[in-house]
Every structure is written in structure tokens, then in C-alpha cells.
């Protein structure tokens, strides 16, 4: 049998509302699940690690990147850039495994409009409130002040992109989020598989009528 196509499962939200928290929890739950780790000019926060929750480079390696055409798509976001690199992409696509990416709605929009599009799975996640958010950003203790208020702001501009995403979760009860998310990438693995098998037991349908039509 023809073994499915890896997916794209593209996780965006206003920053705090969760989805760090969620896609560590999607990588747990399935060996299958790659994390697709961005290249940044962010400064590491105390706990990440080079490699393993970014590639962090000066703004001169990022743009060198971005020239060699190393990058599936790239984009400024509180004013640092951050690009996935195109290198484990279309290796993860063929070799059928999934590959999540926790990037911003430009960076949604880039791999939507690319040749990859079709092996995209969007998920766009909500906040239960505006104050919840605020909450959240403050109890990660991650964040200055003045970050946490440049990212309040831009929350209006990045929930207004929902309606290009495949599926809209509200991130209010964690354990229950997580389940909706499975619930989606599931399904989505099982339409996925489906096709090759019900393209042949469509042929034969075919064949056994034009017998028929025979007789
Ligand atoms: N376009 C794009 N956005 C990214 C990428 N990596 C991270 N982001 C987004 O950049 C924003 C800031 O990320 P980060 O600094 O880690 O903050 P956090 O999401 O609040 O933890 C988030 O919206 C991320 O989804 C990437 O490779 N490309
Ligand atoms: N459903 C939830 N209920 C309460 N707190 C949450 C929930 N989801 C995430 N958090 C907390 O909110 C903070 C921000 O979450 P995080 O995953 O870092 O957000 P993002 O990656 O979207 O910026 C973290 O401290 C996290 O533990």
C-alpha cells in the first residue's frame, strides 16, 4: 500500500495564547510529529536551547540565509525575523512523517501560497479573553514590560487572520484543546491514507458496472 504524505500542521496564535505549550504536547504525544525549529534574531530566553527551540543568528546570518534561498518563508513578527528552514521539509513530506510548525500568520499565508500549500493543515488558536491573554503572557515571567505590551498590541492585527485557517480552536481548558488538536490531525492523517485505497476501489466499482452493463 502507498504509504501517505507527510503533513504541514501550522499552529499560529497571538503570542501567550498557548501554542508552545501545545505543540510540546502534540510532540509527546506522537513520535510521528517533527518540530519544524525556526531560525531567529530573537535573543534566547533563559532555558532554550540553539538547535532545539530556535536557531538563533545575528540579523547578518539570517539574511544570508534568506539570499541562499534557505528558507520556505520568512517574516518580521515584534520586530525580529524568524523563517523556517526549507532543508527538512519535502525530506519529512516524502518520508511521511509530519512536520509542525509554530509560526505567524505571514508565515501561514507563505507556505499556503507555495507548492507545498497542499500538505498544509492550518490551526489558528484563540484566547478565551483579551485579559486571559495578558495573564498568560505575565505568568510565563519570560517577557519584559514593554515585550509583553508590544505583544498585546499586535494580538488584535495576528486574530484577525482566523478565517484562513482550516480549523479555530479556543484555547481555554488546556487538556481539552489538546484533545480537539488530535482529534483534527487524526482525521486528517486518516483522509490522508484513505486516498490512494479508495482511488483503486473506485476503479474497480468502475470495472464490476461496465461487467454488468455487459450482461
Ligand atoms: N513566520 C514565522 N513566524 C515564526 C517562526 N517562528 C516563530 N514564529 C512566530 O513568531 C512569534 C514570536 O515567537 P516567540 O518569540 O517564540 O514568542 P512566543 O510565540 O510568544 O513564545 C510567534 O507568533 C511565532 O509563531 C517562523 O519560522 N516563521
Ligand atoms: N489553556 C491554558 N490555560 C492556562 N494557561 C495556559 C493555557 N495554555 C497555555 N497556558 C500558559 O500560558 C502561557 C503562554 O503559553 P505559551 O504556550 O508560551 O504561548 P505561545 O507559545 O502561544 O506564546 C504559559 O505560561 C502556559 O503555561
Known amino acids: 500500500m502507498t504509504q501517505r ?42 532555558g532554550e ?9 545575528s540579523h547578518e546570518d539570517f539574511q544570508r540565509l534568506v ?16 523563517g523556517s528552514p526549507r532543508g527538512p521539509v519535502e525530506e519529512a513530506i516524502n518520508a511521511g512523517r509530519d512536520l509542525l510548525f509554530d509560526i505567524d500568520w505571514q508565515g501561514g499565508q507563505q507556505i499556503r501560497a507555495s507548492a507545498l500549500g497542499k500538505h498544509v493543515l492550518s490551526i489558528f488558536i484563540l484566547p478565551p479573553s483579551m485579559k486571559e491573554l495578558e495573564r498568560r503572557l505575565v505568568s510565563r ?5 514593554d515585550v509583553i505590551a508590544k505583544r498585546m498590541a499586535q494580538s488584535r492585527d495576528e486574530i484577525s487572520h482566523w ?50 452493463g455487459k450482461t
Not at 536551547?49 to 543568528?57: A, M, S
Not at 539570499?67 to 524568524?82: I, K, P
Open 163 to 212: 478565517p484562513e485557517y482550516d480549523y479555530v480552536l479556543v484555547n481555554d481548558n488546556l487538556d481539552e484543546t489538546e484533545d480537539r488538536l488530535r482529534t483534527i490531525i487524526s482525521a486528517e492523517r486518516l483522509r490522508l491514507s484513505q486516498q490512494p485505497g479508495v482511488v483503486e476501489v473506485v476503479r474497480r466499482l468502475n470495472a464490476e458496472y461496465e461487467e454488468e
Open 141 to 145: 515571567a519570560q517577557d519584559a514590560p
Open 67 to 82: 539570499d541562499e534561498g534557505q528558507m520556505l518563508e520568512h517574516a518580521t513578527v515584534f520586530g525580529n525575523s524568524y
Open 49 to 57: 536551547e540553539h538547535g532545539l527551540h530556535y536557531f538563533f543568528h
Open 5 to 46: 504524505r507527510g503533513l504541514l500542521i501550522i499552529i499560529s496564535s497571538p503570542s501567550g495564547a498557548g501554542k508552545s505549550t501545545l505543540s510540546r504536547r502534540l510532540l509527546d504525544w506522537d513520535g510521528n510529529i517533527r518540530f519544524s525549529v525556526s531560525a531567529t534574531t530573537r535573543a534566547p530566553r533563559p
